[in-house]
């Protein structure tokens, strides 16, 4: 059973990776968007209201763009280290799990649980869940950083970090051993409170509001897509905190100050309205008062409105 278990185990994560491999280029073009990068100028149009707006280019075009500079193996940067912190993570977290042994969900009791047990059961979970995410976010921030980094360079076309080992010793250059855990904290909480928010709510609605339990998978996701929504800010902050002092010019004003810490960095998205950028990849307008193109910070247009 535990072999089998273990099977499993590894039969996902290979799963992970080819999913990571295929997405790769869409979560690159993704990145580049949330540290505020927009190669391709807006263009005039209207919303579903019929508002007039700028309209940014979708994930699609965005990619199609990055294709064009670097061709289609430059569509993965920054793969390489992604995957080797994955594989870090996994390791570590099912390391945990064996010292750790958190319950099954399908846990069963010789008897009908009481609602005490339950939660109590829900509350061992919960607290495993959070050392587990923890763990694999903390062993694979270093990596994380020189995900970013290298994508980042999209921007001012260097070519610092190329391969693991040579941005490793440019993030100690750079920023010291802090360097490699930039933008852990606001990983950290947006992480964590998503996995409090949606665990909590599914497991709210699944007792209380909905018994059918062939509708609790549907519960799950869609809780998790709410609890990632709220926190999807703390992406945002965490890489562009990844980004900033880095010696790029992604991370240098005036495409992007250098924050001190990740609140000033929330402080000022905020003033901006910036904090969801990257949050609609399909239909995008413009929000906030100017836009870095090229580089260069280009004021809004008195005569359109933006739209959210």
Same mark, same amino acid.
């Given at each position: ?30 990145i ?43 569509c ?12 870090l ?46 763990? %694999?976010?903390?062993?694979?921030? $270093? #990596?994380? &950083? +020189?995900?970013?980094? @290298?994508?980042?360079?999209?921007? !001012? ?28 904290i ?16 599914t497991y ?22 709410? %609890?990632?929504?709220?926190?999807? $800010? #703390?992406? &945002? +902050?965490?890489?562009? @905190?990844?980004?900033?002092?880095? !010696? ?31 949050s ?29």
């Open positions: 059973m535990m072999s089998k278990q273990k099977e499993n185990r590894w039969t996902n994560f290979a799963l992970r990776i080819i999913v990571n491999t295929v997405s790769h280029p869409f979560e690159y073009a993704k580049l968007i949330q540290i505020g990068y927009e190669p391709i100028p807006p263009r005039p149009a209207k919303t579903l209201f019929g508002k007039p707006a700028l309209k940014l280019p979708n994930i699609f075009e965005y990619v199609k763009h990055i294709k064009s500079v670097d061709g289609l193996a430059g993965y940067n920054g793969l390489t280290p992604k995957i080797t912190g994955n594989m993570s996994a390791i570590a977290t099912y390391r945990l799990t064996e010292y750790l042994n958190p319950p099954c969900d399908d846990e069963e009791f010789d008897e009908e649980p009481t609602e005490e047990q339950r939660k109590k059961q829900f509350v061992r979970k919960l607290k495993c869940d959070v050392v587990l995410h923890s763990c %694999a976010i903390v062993v694979s921030q $270093p #990596f994380h &950083v +020189i995900t970013v980094r @290298m994508m980042a360079q999209f921007v !001012g076309r260097e070519t610092k970090y190329n391969g693991i080992f040579s941005s490793v010793k440019e993030i100690y250059h750079q920023n010291g051993v802090l360097g490699f855990f930039s933008g852990l606001p990983r950290l909480l947006g992480d964590i409170l998503s996995l409090l928010l949606a665990s909590s709510l709210a609605v699944s007792h209380y509001l909905i018994e059918d339990r062939d509708l609790h998978v549907y519960t799950s996701a869609t809780m998790s897509f709410l %609890a990632t929504a709220i926190t999807y $800010p #703390f992406q &945002v +902050i965490s890489n562009c @905190m990844a980004v900033t002092n880095s !010696g790029l010019m992604a991370g240098s004003p005036n495409f992007m100050p250098h924050y001190s810490t990740w609140l000033d960095c929330y402080n000022d998205l905020s003033s901006k309205n910036q904090l969801k950028r990257g609609s990849l399909l239909v995008r307008y413009y929000v906030g008062p100017s836009i870095v193109i090229g580089g260069k910070a280009m004021p809004f247009p008195k005569d359109v409105k933006a739209v959210s």
